[in-house]
């Protein structure tokens, strides 16, 4: 496999998920976690857009220890002044250059016109001493000729690297291999790629991209991102250590990653998400439950400690208006704190007991109640 590095992108492109805004301090927070997480390169925003996000960019690239550290602009000699005066090592610039953008992004600007300003944007951000990354935005529903001059345009003005977005998250595996491959070819360059998840298809085309030797690959905590987010950095990570054993990443500090994002945007990640969710390592049927007291690796693709979280064995609830309610569970009352997950199991007709993970609110113990016991179907 050829070397390649993740950047993540939670503070940049984590912050276009709906109702997500970092304070300055929480993006301290995430970037010291990511590099503990052992990643090396990170955006953390878009300083161009007004002087207090150029100010907190500022301070997150003043305080990382030893990550790279990239800034978003728009393709602007302005924007790109923002991101040398936030300090970055970096400037991520991009442009989109096909019909639609045209249309709708840029409706009195003719190709030549775009490409003058990518080319006006790198040249200064070359001045300045600053890595360029050109992203091509939208670059999988663009033809291969715009992909390539606009590319060329910005490599001869001096960018270090390409960048191919999936913007709307249609790439199959094999069109992204491909694209990537002909990248490599037509640039000559390091590939970036940066991948929607609209059709639940961006870890399956991050593994593809590697595969064709990109260099870079763009991911975010919990894949958090505009509409469906992109590749789940906490995915990815754990895919490559179990199918690729690249064991880089620092995977048992996956329940802070969690617990951050949750923290400081609200997000918590549904039941079924693999990895992170709730029920990712949870066993029901009693069948599965035998099975794995016996051995784990019977309904498990490896032992959820590697990653730092544990595994819960249940049973299926009571049938629906059981009356058999346990004799210590107090319903609406919080659980007692320190267990690691939530755990109960069934002793004789009913659920004797409870207990919650200390991390999960009084509410949520609630719901968890009403749900074991039949009394909501959620
Ligand atoms: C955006 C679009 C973008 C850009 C990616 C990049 C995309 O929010 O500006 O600059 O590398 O998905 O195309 O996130
Ligand atoms: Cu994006």
Redesign the pocket.
Known sequence: MKPFQILDATLR?GE?QSGVRFTCEDKIRILHLLESYQIDLIEVGHPGISALDEEICRKVAQSARRAQILM?ARATVEEVHAVKRAKADWV?I?ASINDVSIQTKFSHHQESYIQEKVQQAVIEAKKLGLQV?F?I??ASRTEWEKISSLGHVALQAGADRI?L?D?VGIWEPDTCKKIVTRAIEEFGCEIEV?L?NDLGLAQANALAAIDAGASVI?ATILGI??RAG?TDLIQLTVALQKLRNDHRYSLDRIPELVQVIRLTTGYRPDELRPIAGQNAFTHTSAYHVQAVKRNSKAYEPFPPETIGRTRLLEEKRPPIGSPKLPVSLQVGKPFPKGASELQYHRDGPGIRWVMMDSRVDERASFYVIQRIFGLCDL
Do not use: F, L, P, Y
């Open positions: 492109e276009q978003h991520g991009w990354r992203t935005e939208d960048s977005a913007t940066h929607h763009d991102g505009e992109i």
